[in-house]
Each structure stands twice: as C-alpha cells, then as structure tokens.
C-alpha cells in the first residue's frame, strides 16, 4: 500500500457490483395440465443508475419475471423453482415477508400496465399516496399532506392540494398513470420497475409518461428496468436491452449495439416490424405464427419453430447465452450475420 | 345524490300501491270465506249477511279496495274482523318485538358470516376454506325450527343459560336470534368468500401490496372496503326474505312479533291484518334498501357522484 498514488484510481478499477443480480430464476405455473414453466433459467443484472429495457411479444413471461423481484406473483399458483435475486446484498427469495415488505414501495416501487385499474376505487387519492409515506417513513398528518403535494408536482400534476381529494375515477388514465409514478417514487427507490406503463394509454400520453420516466430517472438517478413489447419504447429510455423470448432471454446488449449489429433472429424479427407507438397486435408481420404457450415449448431453442435460420441443432439443443461483443451477449446457435 | 334518493322515495310510493292492488287480488281469488269464519258453523245465513254486510263484504271488489285506499290514506289500516281492534293498533304494539329480533339476528348473521367469510376466502381452497364452506352449507340446509328446538333444548333445557321462550330482556332474544342469525349466516360467509375472492384479484390490490402495505390492511382495508358493497346490498334485501323466518322462529320461541299476528291472521283469513303485515314488510324492504343505498354511497364515490 505504501508509497503508491493514494487517491484516484481504486474507483476506476473497482467495477461497482450491481444493484439487483436476478440469478438463473425459473418460475413456473401449477395448472390443471400440471406445472408449466413460464420463465426458465433467467440471468441479468441492473447496476446503479443503469436504465435497462426488457421486451418480447406478449406472452414471453415478462411480467412474471418482473413481478418475482417484487414476490408479488400469487402462489398458489405461481412458484419460484430456482435461482436468486440478489438485490443490495439480499436474496430477495429468502427473506421473510416483513423483511420484503420493508422493501416493497421503499427501496424498489412498481408501475404496472393497467392504470385504469391499478389505483383502489374507494380512496381518494390522497389516502393511496399518503400510506405510501406512514409504513416506511412513519410520518405524521402534516408531514405527509407536504410530501404528496411536492410528489404530485414532481410527476406534474397541478393543482395536487384539490386532487388528494378526489377519487381515481374522477382522473383520466394519463393522470392515474402519474398518479402511479408517483406512488412508485414516493420514497425515492433505489429501482423503479415499470411493467408497460404506456402500454393502455393514448399515444400523445405515451410519449408524455416516457419522458416523465426520462426526466425523474435523470433527477433521482435511480436504475430502471423498463417492460414493453415494444422495441420503440424501450429505445427512448434505455441504455440496454433484454430480450426475451418464452420464458428465456435471449439477447442482451446496450441499445446501439442492439439497433445496428442485432444478432438474434428474434431480436431482427423484433426490430423490422417496429410496433408504432399506440397500436397493438397479437402477432408480428415480420415473424410468423405466435408465442408458443408455456407447456407447448419445443425442446431446443423455443424460437426454432418460427425461425428461418433454424437448423437441426437448434431443435434439439438449448443454446447456451455467450458473448460475442463486450458487453453483447446472446442465445443463438446460428445467429443473423 | 339527494336527487337520488327523492327517485328512490318516489318510485317506493308505486311500489307499495302495486304491493296493495297484488295482495287485495289474491285475497279475493282464495276460496276461504271470512265471514264463515268469524260466524262460525252454526251460524243463519241471516246473521252471515248481516256480517257480510257490517263488514262491507257485500260490496263489489273495487268499491272495496278504493275504500281500503282511502283510509290507507289516512293512515287507517282498517280494523281486524277477530281481534275487533284496530290493525294499526295490534301492529304497533308487535313491531318492537319483531325489529329487535330482527336487528340482533341481522348483528349475528354478519358477525358470524363476514369474519368466516373473509377469512375462507384468504384461505381458499386449503382445509380450513372447505370446512367454513360445509358448515356454511349445513347452515344454510338446516330447517329454522331444527336449529330452534336444539337451541333451546341445548342451551334453555340442559344448560339452563337462557329462558325457554317468550319475551323480555336481552337474555329472550338471544336464542331465537342466534337461530335466525345461525341459518343465514351460512349465505353470508359464502357471499363475502366469494365477493372477497372476486376483490382480492384485482390489480388495485397488487399496487397495495407492492406499496409495502402488510397483509392485513391489505385484506381488511383495501379489499373489505370494496367487498362489502354487494353484501350491504344484500342485507338491504334480505330484510324482505326474513318474513318466512320471522314467522317460523317466532312461533317455536313464542316471540310475540309480527310473524305471530301474521300467523294466526292467515288460518283465520283475517283480511285487514294480512294486508296490514304485508304493507308493513313491504316498507322495510324498501327501507332497507334506501339504508343500502345510502350506506353504500358512503363508501363507493362513485355511487355517491352519480
Ligand atoms: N395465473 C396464471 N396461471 C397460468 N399461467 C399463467 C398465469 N399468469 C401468467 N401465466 C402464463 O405465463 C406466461 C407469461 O405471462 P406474462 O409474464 O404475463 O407475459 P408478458 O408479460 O410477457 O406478456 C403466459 O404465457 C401466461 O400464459
Ligand atoms: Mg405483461
């Protein structure tokens, strides 16, 4: 130690270890056909700060897989097989409901898909926020009332005093949505996890909640993992994408890399019918047929059946997730060149 | 909203007029013939139409009704052909009874059937959720006058904890309140499974749970608060479907009620009383259900904004 430079360097060198590592999870479904495994062996990571979108059609296990961080999934009949979700040290699937719940809301907040639905009918506006502030922060009538009135603002609503009062049926969907947001950031989470949070929405409204997400990611500088079905999306927020497809990832790589060297064919599939913002459908032009169902996936790599590239190996062995950049990596035993 | 309830107050009017009109016909369309009961067998046909006559039985059904409406109007419910007293008289002095029967039932009822329910449906489909559904259902099958007579043979006879009948402080009531409340609660606690089941799904839900809210608050504030709004309604309703209870338990208890005047005033075909209860149930199931109205816009805004 002696005699060398003292200060600058040890932070260069040292690689900040992530913020939430989500280990070869594999979550499956007890249904009347038995189990089925909805998301299979799973592996990523999200630093601090880092804005990292996950993508794949409808169906893809998505949602699952965000929802198991949270251990928000109901069981029965969902279950965990395997793997661990190491968020600041803690494996998630081991702690006891109270440790969870301490972290539930606080230290990771969640927006999900459906805002019509998502906010209770009979309380008003007010009361949903305010809980939010006396289970982790223990604070009093007062303190709370000034606290929702600056979180509103934050997430641009104005005339915040008047809207505590009212019930979410007097809001519309972009304003219930930032209802949500704020709800979500109320005690400045260190990861923010939005599941489709334009999805439901108008499209002027989309692109008004995307750069809410953008500017109070940049204030806050907390890590994000964005979900949407749409590559387009993603792209606004995010430095990294993960895609994935029924039930596996099977592509990771920074937004750029993605966008111009795409390696899986699912992934090239998934850029060339760029989905516009607001429309929905069930099945992409660009790629035949649909997401196999859980409990109907092929052996091999569960693309192989819509896939033009497909070949022999690929229908019988699973392909294993390699990098083929720094910081690139994917699941593809003859990816697009 | 108050304009809602003036609808509400306003329709009730036509209500109980069509519940009079339906009541008054079929009185008339039953072959029993009053005034062959108060005379008796051994009556002259003289005395049979000079009662028929006092009565104003002889008079066209119409005339007959019209005339029913105009002391209705004033309040007059007409006078019993048996009891030769006023109706208005014989129903006053047994509604207490009957509403505090009704009252500590309707407190029974819920408080063995929303807790039952609300955990069953916490529980679902684990042993505990199956043995709350089989004893609702055994209580929902159980014959009032069974559970009555086992009550009072249990708890009156053997144990010596409540007297066997009649009426008088808190100690009469409990019994046949519990077989009220014992028999309904079976549809209760499955009511609020169900309706907390069909709550408990709900994403409003998920987004209380990923706000860090334990449990508890989860299910009995965030989901009680929605799951309770059909079951208000229900009681508000069910204040009608008490009738055939009221009677069955009042009479194996010796409650001196409504179901009893009602009772007895059915075997004698004593007109006036007949239609005087069914007036009066007529207005408790539409007081009940304007209690439900405003109860429930008390707890859902959007009721209370509509
Ligand atoms: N309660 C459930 N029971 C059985 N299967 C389910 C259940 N919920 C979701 N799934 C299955 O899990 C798969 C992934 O669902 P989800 O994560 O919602 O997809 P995504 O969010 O990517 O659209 C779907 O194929 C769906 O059929
Ligand atoms: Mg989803």
Redesign the interface.
């Known amino acids: 130690m002696s005699g060398g430079p003292v200060c600058a360097p040890r932070l260069i060198v040292m690689p900040p270890s992530p913020l939430l590592e989500v280990d070869s999870l594999s979550v499956s479904f007890a249904t009347d056909n038995g189990r089925v495994r909805v998301v299979e062996e799973v592996s990523f990571a999200i630093r601090q700060g880092e804005t990292v979108g996950l993508v794949g059609e409808s169906g893809c296990g998505k949602s699952v897989a965000a929802m198991s961080v949270?251990r928000?999934n109901p069981s029965?009949p969902c279950y965990v097989d395997e793997g661990r979700i190491l968020f600041q040290g803690d494996d998630l699937l081991t702690l006891d409901?109270v440790d969870m719940?301490?972290?539930?809301?606080?230290r990771i907040?969640?927006v999900?898909q459906?805002p019509m639905?998502?906010?209770?009918?009979?309380?008003t506006i007010g009361y949903q926020i305010a809980?939010?502030f006396q289970?982790?922060r223990g604070m009093d009538a007062a303190e709370t009332q000034r606290e929702s009135i600056d979180l509103l603002g934050m997430v641009g609503i104005g005339a915040a005093e008047r809207r505590l009062h009212q019930?979410p049926?007097?809001l519309s969907g972009g304003l219930r949505q930032r209802v949500?947001i704020a709800?979500?950031l109320a005690c400045r989470p260190d990861l923010l996890i939005a599941d489709e949070p334009t999805t439901a929405l108008d499209v002027t409204v989309q692109q008004q909640i995307l750069e809410l997400l953008r500017r109070l990611q940049a204030d806050i500088g907390m890590s994000v993992l964005l979900i949407s079905h749409d590559l387009g999306i993603v792209a606004e927020v995010c430095e990294r994408v993960l895609v994935m497809y029924a039930g596996r990832i099977v592509e990771s790589a920074t937004v750029d890399a993605l966008f111009q060297h795409p390696q899986h064919p699912y992934t090239v599939g998934l850029l060339a019918a760029p989905p516009r913002l607001g429309q929905r459908r069930s099945a992409l032009p660009t790629i035949p047929g649909t997401v196999p169902p859980p409990g109907q996936r092929s052996a091999g790599c569960h693309f192989a059946d819509r896939c033009a590239r497909a070949t022999e190996r690929c229908r019988a062995e699973t392909p294993v997730f390699e990098s083929v950049a720094p910081g690139h990596d994917v699941a593809c035993w003859n990816p697009a060149p | 909203m108050l304009r809602f309830l003036a609808g509400r107050l306003f329709q009730s009017v036509f209500i109980l007029l069509g519940v009079t009109i339906i009541t008054f016909g079929l009185l008339f369309l039953i072959p029993a013939d009053p005034v062959r009961m108060i005379a008796g067998r051994s009556a002259t046909p003289q005395t049979v139409e000079s009662i028929r006559r006092q009565l104003g039985l002889d008079q066209p059904i119409p005339v007959q009704y019209v005339r029913y409406l105009a002391n209705l109007a004033r309040g007059d419910m007409g006078r019993s052909y048996v009891q030769k007293a006023p109706v208005n008289e014989l129903i006053a002095s047994r509604l207490p009874a009957t509403l505090q029967l009704m009252g500590a039932a309707i407190l029974i009822q819920l408080m063995i059937g929303l807790p039952a329910g609300i955990f069953a449906s916490t529980r679902r489909?684990r042993p505990s959720d199956k043995a709350i559904m089989v004893f609702s259902f055994v209580g929902i099958s159980a014959p009032q006058f069974v559970v009555g007579l086992l009550l009072i043979y249990v708890f009156a006879f053997k144990f010596e904890l409540f007297p066997l009948g009649g009426y008088g402080g808190i100690g009469h009531v409990i019994l046949p309140a519990l077989t009220l409340g014992i028999t309904v609660s079976g549809w209760y606690s499955r009511m609020s499974r169900s309706s907390m089941i069909e709550v408990l799904r709900?994403?409003?839900i998920?987004?209380?749970?990923?706000?860090?809210?334990?449990?508890w608050r989860v299910v009995l504030v965030?989901a009680l608060?929605?799951a309770i709004l059909p079951i208000i309604a229900m009681i508000g309703i069910d204040i009608g479907l008490y009738a055939q209870g009221i009677v069955v338990v009042e009479a194996v208890f010796g409650w001196p009620g409504i179901g009893q005047l009602a009772w007895l005033a059915i075997q004698r075909v004593d007109i006036p009383i007949i239609m005087g209860v069914t007036l009066v149930a007529a207005v408790g199931i539409v007081v009940g259900n304007l209690c439900a109205d405003i109860a429930t816009s008390f707890?859902?805004?959007?009721v209370r904004?509509s």
């Open positions: 949270m928000l029965p409901s719940r301490a972290i539930r809301g606080d907040g969640m999900f459906e639905t998502s906010l209770n009918p009979t309380f809980e939010v289970i982790h019930y049926h007097e949500m709800m979500a | 489909n709900q994403d409003y998920r987004t209380a749970r990923a706000k860090g809210v334990n449990e965030h608060r929605n707890i859902d805004p959007r904004h």
